[in-house]
């Protein structure tokens, strides 16, 4: 694992021409490469210094990168001067508490959760940033960061909200690596990156051998294994990456740069439990999601474009069939059983309502699939086509005694579309956002907290259809409360949750 200065791209200047998009999203690529190399070094590092001394380990890390590093760029250092050694000295000393922080921390705890904590320094640097260098983060970007965070804590924190003494000393190394971030802010606009890289990785590597020699073995000879690790993380996941990251961030924002490397305990979560055999719990999976899901707000365009799509492919005909597939085949056995369900009420709630509307569209009775106009809703066909969708699956499912989870969705529906219609004739709620809300809502219920970070799909959709302009934010609202309120109620008065 490794950390950078991911602020260290130099503002351009006034009348500079901006980045490319083609060129930031190859460096961006770039990044998340360097992030998957770093995620899987927490296992190799767990296992190193559970059989060698933590700051040996690190002198032999942070040496070979620095060998590395002279070899590439060594000439770069004249143009630091003294100031920039001083600044990289600095730096250097934030870098060195974080890796021994964390190299001490992964004898105490988990790759996976050592992991997930450290990248909690994505939470920090905009913190920190505001309050030392003055720079507001973008409003996705605190999105982005919010979600990351609640990932971690689903990973990190115990039932009892208590953290281990090995997660306590690893969240010590994200608080480090946050102000080594913001540290490389402040210095590197106006100094050479390369140079600036080396002196810091010198530093890491003086002050280790400095605590190695106070050890009454200072450098024990290192077993195979050993020495594979430090050569691997120092020419690798440091020297390497850093001359990638350095190079790369050129063409792409530090936002973006602190939200990929986000995605470094998500990796070593996964390499924890491919090569350590670590445990990953339906908390730890959803807490990864939205770690990956908060890199993804950040990277998304929220224009109205954006918008048109999602409210067009997340609509609800598209979100009834996975709905329809996952409540036909859990715990239904034979699997052809829940086949056969699946088919038959997708062609009586799903295929027959579109063609009326389909009709009705082509007559110009409706404007659009949504039916966003208020009073198109009360029309006779919309209605009837929107009752036969929750009516006639019904019917069947309590007829033929079908699967209990589909009765359960179709009871939530029928209610739901009768809900719809009395509120129409006074107002109207997004009928989109509370159908998208019904269904998330179901499956997460039904699934457990795995499922719950499709429950994102609700602001997502609701945050499109206010975009698009066919909502207020109040319809939205109420859509979405309707929408999850109905399946709670009925799943609860079903006995199912």
Known sequence: MSRIAMDSTPIPAAGSRPLGRSRQLGADALLFLVTIVWGGTFVMVKDAVSSYPVFPFLTLRFGM???????????????????????GILIGLCLFAGYALQT?????????????????????????SALLLRRLPSPAAVIGVCLATVGLALLTLNHDLGMAMGDVIVLGCAVSFALHIVAVSAFA???????????????????????SLLAPEPFPVPGPSGLFAAGFTGILATAAAFAIQTSMQRFTTPTHTALIFAGEPVFAAVFGVLLAGDAMTAAAITGGVLIVVGTLVSEIRWSQRTATVVSRFL??????????????????????RGLLWVGAIALVSIAAPILLLRRELRRGAISDWHISDRRERLQPVPVLASLAAAILPLGLLLTLDGPR????????????VLLNHVITIGWKISQHVASIAASTTLITATLGIGAAPLLLLVPLVAWARVKVGAHTVAQTVMGGVVGAGIPLAVLRLAGVV
């Open 65 to 87: 990168a620095t060998a590395a590093l002279l070899i590439i760029g060594g000439g770069r250092l004249r143009r630091l001067g003294w100031r920039g050694v001083r600044a």
């Open 315 to 336: 609509s609800p005909q598209y979100v009834a069939v996975p709905l329809l597939l996952i409540l036909g085949f859990y715990n239904v056995s034979p699997w052809y």
């Open 405 to 416: 989870l589909l009765l359960v969705a179709f009871q939530s529906a029928l209610l739901l």
């Open 104 to 128: 001490i921390g992964l004898q105490y705890t988990s790759a996976s959760k050592a992991g997930f904590i450290t990248g909690l320094c994505v939470a920090l640097v905009p913190i920190l």
């Open 189 to 211: 606009p106006t100094m050479d990156p390369l140079g600036l890289t080396i002196v810091q990785v010198a530093t890491v590597a003086v002050l280790s051998a400095g605590i």
